[in-house]
């Protein structure tokens, strides 16, 4: 059987089974607890230009099926990760794939430039962050300035680039067509759903920051239909976002259009669910006398 999937020209993953964003950290912790060489990928937490202090704690709140966090997006900064970070994830035989973020073009393009050294495979945009010089609207809202970040941001990196859709779009297929036209090499389906908690004895949001992202399985549904509209009108690579726990998830995602997953809240309750998840997926495909597993993105039947 062949586990390998090519995310992006040169981005060969051995398995299709990414760690997501923000609950992976650096991979410092997870190291201690499995091989990171048997992922598909690591994808880091997300990167800003300088170190970034995040939100006032409570920052993380489990609710059914699923969890709430409001991490601020803390970092420490691009320069202290390609520095401290990126020599000790080059120990391990997997693609290194670095999130970053930024407030305006200009600062996208200037971590996307840091980022452009060797041991790292590829680039992931988290668009959903507030354009400061357009009065604070989401980069990743609205198709005319989605496509003149990522075109800016081509031009600046020879790395593959990936842009990390929003869900909260009124249509998230004509954000996807705007990053592909303007230079993405694969697309992430998607971020978190915004969300809060209550606690009702002291009558006030659980939270620090009040709301944050809901994630896990809860949102599964709505990112299954998110990967299905973007396959449908982009021809680049889909990765999968949300709520992917078992490897039975992976194949739903697979057939829905999906390439690859990320998996990321599942691993904060149980950072061993990779290994089981890799190899439920590999199993599946021996059961089903599939050869390799790209014949699966996509086969949906209608």
């Known amino acids: 059987m062949d586990t390998r999937v090519e995310i992006a020209k040169g981005v060969v993953l051995k398995n299709p089974v990414l760690s997501a964003s923000g609950t992976f950290a650096y991979g410092e912790e997870f190291s201690e607890i499995f091989d990171l060489s048997l992922l598909g990928g690591i994808i880091t937490k997300g990167l800003s230009l300088k170190p970034k202090k995040g939100n006032p704690c409570p920052r993380v709140f489990e609710t059914t099926a699923g969890m709430i966090n409001s991490i601020g997006l803390e970092n420490i900064g691009v320069d202290a990760f390609v520095q401290e970070k990126l020599p000790f994830l080059g120990q391990f035989y997997t693609p290194v794939i670095v999130n970053f973020f930024g407030n305006e073009e200009e600062e996208y393009e200037q971590v996307a430039a840091r980022l452009d050294v060797d041991g790292i495979s590829a680039l ?8 400061v010089k357009k009065g604070g609207i989401e980069f990743g809202k609205e198709p005319d300035i989605l496509y003149s970040l990522v075109s800016r941001v081509r031009s600046i990196t020879r790395k593959p680039l990936f842009v990390k859709l929003s869900p909260m779009v009124k249509d998230i297929r004509e954000m996807a067509l705007a990053a592909q036209e303007a230079g993405a090499d694969a697309l992430t ?9 209550i606690d009702e004895t002291t009558w006030r949001p659980v939270l620090g920051n009040i709301t944050g992202g809901l994630s896990g399985p809860a949102i599964k549904p709505v990112a299954l239909k998110l990967v299905f509209d973007v396959y449908q009108c982009v021809n680049i690579p889909v990765i999968a976002s949300g709520g992917i726990a078992t490897y039975r998830d992976v194949i739903q995602f697979l057939l829905a259009g999906a390439s690859a997953v990320e998996v990321g809240s599942a691993s904060l309750r149980d950072p061993m669910c990779f290994i089981s998840i890799i190899e439920g997926t590999a199993a599946y495909m021996k059961e089903h006398s599939i050869e390799s597993v790209a014949e699966l993105t996509g086969k949906l039947i209608i």
């Open 189 to 197: 389906c998607a971020n978190t759903i915004p969300a809060m908690a």
């Open 124 to 131: 992931e945009m988290n668009v959903s962050c507030p354009n």
